[in-house]
């Protein structure tokens, strides 16, 4: 919410917004731990602390498991456990100086998202700042971080059509040219261009009819189910979605 409203008080104010959807490769499994520890020690953790945290990373092994037979055991040395309470607070702090190296970037667990909005007079300014930007975050990326791919999405939020023909071949991350699209997903959502997100809502509507359909259908396949008792047993896994679509019709 907080950079739609950005990008939107910046249309507002006649400005557009160059947005880069910064792909993370692996993440949070790209972790190493020998840099964590680091970065919790230049943070000021130190003492009982540190030494707590060093030993939920420390001993952690890899295995694997084909047709009964498992393979022996390699050390981990580097993620942090997805799904627990301090995966993603460790990974906070992994990304931390990225944030800092480069104020123009902002993250939410593992989505990072780089944007720079100008005056249309100034797109040139734009690209350059963009671009060194792109230099910074590809360098962090070599400094023992995790890698980010040359496949990060790249678009201009305007309400000009000829806006991202200006910028388009112009923005270079590693050794790649990253091509404007008009639509770019973050955290799951869809932004296009013009910050319409008619395709989007319509997308979740379809897919939450979809469900809703397949419930209709099983419904008498569950014993003693009658169509006025039987939509509320769903699959919990459905909820969300259909929460989702619900919520923006």
Known sequence: MSLSQSWSDALDTGRNTIVIALDIAGAFDRVWHGGLLSKLTSLGISGGLH??????????????VVKGHRSKQYPIKASVPQGSVLGPILWNVFIN????????????????????SYKREESQAAIA???????????????????????????V????????????????????????????SILGVSFDYCLRFDAYLKEIAKKASTRVTLLRRI?????????????????????TLLCHGCRHL
Not at 130 to 153: C, F, M, R, Y
């Open 157 to 184: 939020i305007s309400r000009s059509t000829e806006a991202s023909s200006c910028i388009n071949g112009k923005i270079i991350f590693g050794k790649s040219v990253l091509q404007m699209t008009n639509s770019i």
């Open 97 to 116: 100086d990225l944030l800092q190296l480069v104020p123009g970037v902002t993250a939410y667990a593992d989505d990072c998202t780089l944007s720079v």
């Open 219 to 239: 419904i008498s396949l569950m014993p003693g189910a009658c169509k006025c008792c039987a939509m509320p047993k769903y699959d919990p896994s459905w909820n």
């Open 51 to 64: 030494t707590l945290l060093r030993d939920y990373l420390h001993g952690r092994t890899l295995s694997v």
């Open 129 to 155: 700042q963009v671009n060194t930007a792109l230099e910074l975050i590809e360098t962090w990326g070599h400094d023992g971080n995790p890698h980010l791919q040359q496949k990060s999405q790249a678009m």
